[in-house]
């Protein structure tokens, strides 16, 4: 079935929304070769295709080390964590989320910024990502202390 097919792509293998989009329509085509003769909606039903238009806003949260980024991860909101781990891997051209980003190419952080990378956040809560992501950073802390 078509619905099942569309659940089963995988959107965290995409580094584009273009990427996305083409596997999507890929589906649909190719179950709209399958099935040619599929009904089409009454009136009043149709499909309506929306368009998103994205702003962000400056928190008042910022960090300069691991330290100041697991205090401000921990205050800022759920929506800014959502902008910079669902959002930021949907922007051109990196296809990875800003934490990962910041922490390689600012701090000097490869593995820990691969750790973060690899991680699902479609399986957990966003709650329970920041935590995952706060005690990845503070393990690397402890890390730095003692070595």
């Given at each position: 079935?078509?619905g099942e097919r569309?659940?089963?792509?995988?959107?965290?293998?995409?580094?584009?929304?273009?990427e996305?989009?083409?596997?999507?329509a890929?589906?649909l085509e190719?179950?709209?070769?399958?099935?040619?003769?599929?009904?089409?909606?009454?009136?009043?039903?149709?499909?309506h295709?929306?368009r998103s238009?994205r702003?962000s806003?400056?928190?008042?949260?910022?960090?300069?080390?691991l330290?100041?980024?697991?205090?401000a991860?921990r205050?800022?909101?759920?929506?800014?964590?959502y902008?910079?781990?669902?959002?930021?891997?949907?922007?051109?051209?990196?296809?990875?989320?800003?934490f990962s980003?910041?922490?390689e190419?600012?701090?000097?952080e490869?593995e820990?910024a691969?750790?973060v990378?690899?991680?699902?956040p479609?399986?957990r809560?966003h709650?329970?990502?920041?935590?995952?992501?706060?005690?990845?950073v503070?393990?690397?802390?402890e890390?730095?202390?003692?070595?």
């Amino acid at each position: 079935m078509a619905g099942e097919r569309l659940a089963a792509v995988d959107p965290i293998r995409y580094n584009t929304i273009g990427e996305l989009r083409q596997a999507l329509a890929g589906v649909l085509e190719d179950h709209l070769k399958r099935h040619p003769a599929i009904r089409s909606a009454p009136h009043g039903d149709e499909f309506h295709f929306m368009r998103s238009v994205r702003f962000s806003v400056p928190t008042s949260y910022q960090a300069v080390d691991l330290p100041e980024f697991c205090e401000a991860l921990r205050k800022v909101s759920i929506s800014s964590l959502y902008l910079h781990v669902f959002e930021a891997r949907l922007r051109p051209p990196l296809g990875m989320n800003d934490f990962s980003v910041w922490f390689e190419r600012d701090l000097g952080e490869k593995e820990l910024a691969g750790k973060v990378a690899r991680l699902d956040p479609y399986s957990r809560t966003h709650e329970a990502l920041r935590e995952i992501i706060i005690k990845m950073v503070e393990g690397r802390l402890e890390k730095l202390s003692h070595g």
